[in-house]
């Protein structure tokens, strides 16, 4: 595991449970979420926390004017704080999306990315998160949706190394591998 993945893993499952402690899972990752897209939506921010030569102690009082003026939680205001005293505010989106894991982990829960060439209605919604639950040992299925207009038609959904191919591409080239095979 890198060096940097290990440390937004160590942010993350630190504040996790002190968040899942003092009741504050889903309004902490929700604050991650918006400071480290603040943080990326400027340029000047982004290269400011990037600078060696910014003390560490002038990217923490930054760091918590930001999640001040954003109105966050102290605890998430802690953890922005000491992640750019530690020169890791470069790291914020990293630890957002380990810390959404833990929280899907612990309420069992499964993100899945799906492709579609069209937008999905509700009830194809509906019955593609029923089936993709199923497959993926019932757990809850969160679906995470893009149009992908170069797909002829039907979806692609992956999770993890789960994969699952019902575009039209997929099923034209495995009726070809079953042709050719005889």
Do not use: C
Not at 122 to 148: P, T
């Amino acid at each position: 595991m890198p060096q940097h993945h290990r440390a937004a893993h160590a942010y993350a499952k630190a504040v996790f449970d002190l968040a899942k402690e003092r009741g504050q899972v889903g309004a902490v990752g929700q604050e991650l979420d918006t400071v480290a897209a603040q943080i990326k939506a400027e340029p000047a921010l982004h290269d400011f926390f990037a600078r060696p030569w910014v003390t560490g102690a002038a990217k923490r009082a930054t760091a918590v004017e930001i999640a001040t003026r954003l109105g966050l939680s102290q605890l998430t205001r802690d953890l922005v704080g000491l992640a750019a005293l530690q020169g890791r505010a470069d790291q914020l989106a990293a630890i957002g999306d380990v810390y959404r894991d833990l929280v899907d982990r612990d309420l069992a829960r499964v993100r899945v990315r799906v492709r579609t060439a069209v937008p999905l209605t509700d009830d194809e919604r509906r019955m593609l998160a029923a089936r993709l639950q199923r497959a993926l040992g019932g757990n809850e299925v969160i679906l995470e949706e893009a149009v992908d207009r170069s797909l002829l038609g039907g979806f692609i959904a992956e999770s993890g190394s789960y994969v699952v191919d019902g575009s039209l591409e997929g099923q034209l080239d495995r009726m070809r591998q079953r042709l050719e095979k005889g």
